[in-house]
T-cell receptor, first 114, second 113 residues
Framework: DTGVSQNPRHKITKRGQNVTFRCDPI?????LYWYRQTLGQGPEFLTY????????KSRLLSDRFSAERPKGSFSTLEIQRTEQGDSAMYLC????????????FGNGTRLTVT | SQKIEQNSEALNIQEGKTATLTCNYT??????LQWYRQDPGRGPVFLLL?????KEKRKERLKVTFDTTLKQSLFHITASQPADSATYLC????????????FGSGTRLSIRP
């Protein structure tokens, strides 16, 4: 069990550029979550996958955000036409689909939009 | 809409005392509630889960209570240590057909020697 891995750890981009983050969950975990966290706040739910199916998506998520989990293993989160307000820590978490399973988080990708 | 509230202020506790953190929620009846610890620059780490039919759960120096009538959970750290200094988050699953785990804003706890 190598834990949840996120890449890159840090990303600095100019406003208007597209960025893509990757998450590798714990291998036997079917569930995968993306969150966004800003300073002094708790993680804000973005989206949830059960295997390759995206079953839940926050209404706060604009059309510029898209997430995929094509083979039910790793996942990518893409932000198009980045804005300064997108600057945040993006966290990925995975869990098994046993009832009440806790989330295992990666250490996040910190995005800075200049 | 679903809302989770935690102690809005940071909590400063003398080493050796008991720290008590609160988590209040509205507009939902969760089957369980979770507590996580988060250190700066790191992802949250799971600590404890308590189910709706459990009044209390313990793990070493940690104790969690869950009052579904008050819609409140309390998180206690006994014999606190400086190493317990971190942000503590409560979370619950508000999803119906699919999982949707949401978090409170967290309480920053500082234990002074």
């Amino acid at each position: 069990d190598t834990g949840v891995s996120q890449n890159p750890r840090h990303k600095i981009t100019k406003r208007g550029q597209n960025v893509t983050f990757r998450c590798d969950p714990i291998s036997e975990h079917n569930r995968l979550y993306w969150y966004r966290q800003t300073l002094g706040q708790g993680p804000e739910f973005l989206t949830y996958f059960q295997n390759e199916a995206q079953l839940e998506k926050s209404r706060l998520l604009s059309d510029r955000f898209s997430a995929e989990r094509p083979k039910g293993s790793f996942s990518t989160l893409e932000i198009q036409r980045t804005e300064q307000g997108d600057s945040a820590m993006y966290l990925c978490a995975s869990s098994s689909d046993r009832q009440n399973s806790p989330l295992h988080f990666g250490n996040g990708t910190r995005l800075t939009v200049t | 809409s679903q809302k989770i509230e935690q102690n809005s202020e940071a909590l400063n506790i003398q080493e050796g005392k008991t720290a008590t953190l609160t988590c209040n929620y509205t507009n939902y009846s969760p089957a369980y509630l979770q507590w996580y610890r988060q250190d700066p620059g790191r992802g949250p780490v799971f600590l404890l889960l308590i189910r709706e039919n459990e009044k209390e759960k313990r793990k070493e120096r940690l104790k969690v209570t869950f009052d579904t009538t008050l819609k409140q959970s309390l998180f206690h750290i006994t014999a606190s240590q400086p190493a317990d200094s971190a942000t503590y988050l409560c979370a619950l699953d508000i999803g119906s057909s699919a999982s949707k785990i949401i978090f409170g804003s967290g309480t920053r706890l500082s234990i002074r020697p």
